[in-house]
């Protein structure tokens, strides 16, 4: 199993969590998306949306995050990454969505690419942009975390979840982006649980091998 990702890349982040949680085998093969790597032709091959992640399972190639995390989750079931009711997994899922569909689309590298670009921004004001849809879907999750977290050490209920999944590749967004966090002190409980997980500490970008500077 191979997974093409970047280090810095939340989604990649999201299934390296994944990956190492589970305890699968893989390979990782990176794209280097300030090079411009994942829009040449052999890339576009693999994905022709051009984005990471990607996952060749030796038999099949996925890409998009929650597809491969849904793959992964019936697949390889233990230990659930969803909760066995209906109604826990649609809460999950929307607690999901909330961060991979109304913060992650506004500040993906090819979004403020081409917002600095098109509008002549410097760094100060793309950051402020980051901030504001950040903190926009982080109020809702936030709510949402109060509410469904048991102890404030996983999103909903008293085990991980998806939710944790893709909240905490978000915070690593977040802080990189200098967003002020003390307004979401259900998140912050969570993320510094979640740091101490070997799945969450393997899959960090610091530590992978395209990461400027990684660990030996």
């Not at 990454?81 to 826990?88: H, K, Q, S």
């Not at 942009?129 to 982080?138: A, E, L, N, P, V």
């Not at 799945?199 to 500077?213: E, I, K, L, V, Y």
Request: hydrophobic share 40%; aromatic share 10%.
């Amino acid at each position: 199993m191979k997974l093409y990702g970047y280090y810095r890349s939340s989604a990649s982040y999201r299934i390296r969590i994944i990956l190492h949680t589970k305890g699968i085998d893989w390979d990782y093969r990176t794209v280097q998306l300030t090079k411009g790597e994942q829009s040449s032709e052999a890339f576009k091959a693999i994905n022709p949306m051009g984005l990471v992640p990607v996952l060749d399972t030796d038999e099949a190639v996925l890409a998009q995050s929650p597809a491969i995390a849904e793959f992964l989750e019936e697949q390889h079931p233990e230990p659930a990454l969803l909760p066995p009711d209906p109604l826990g997994r649609a809460r999950v899922r929307e607690m999901m969505h909330t961060v991979g569909c109304e913060i992650h689309p506004l500040q993906n590298f090819s979004v403020l690419k081409h917002i600095k670009t098109t509008y002549s921004l410097d760094d100060d004001a793309v950051f402020d942009w980051c901030r504001k849809w950040i903190d926009r879907g982080f109020t809702a999750f936030e709510t949402l975390a109060s509410e469904r977290s048991a102890d404030g050490q996983f999103s909903f209920g008293d085990r991980l979840t998806l939710a944790d999944v893709w909240l905490i590749p978000q915070l690593y967004n977040a802080r990189r982006f200098e967003l002020d966090l003390t307004p979401y002190p259900t998140i912050v409980s969570i993320d510094k649980h979640c740091q101490t997980l070997d799945g969450f500490a393997a899959a960090h970008p610091s530590r992978q091998p395209d990461a400027p500077n990684p660990p030996a």
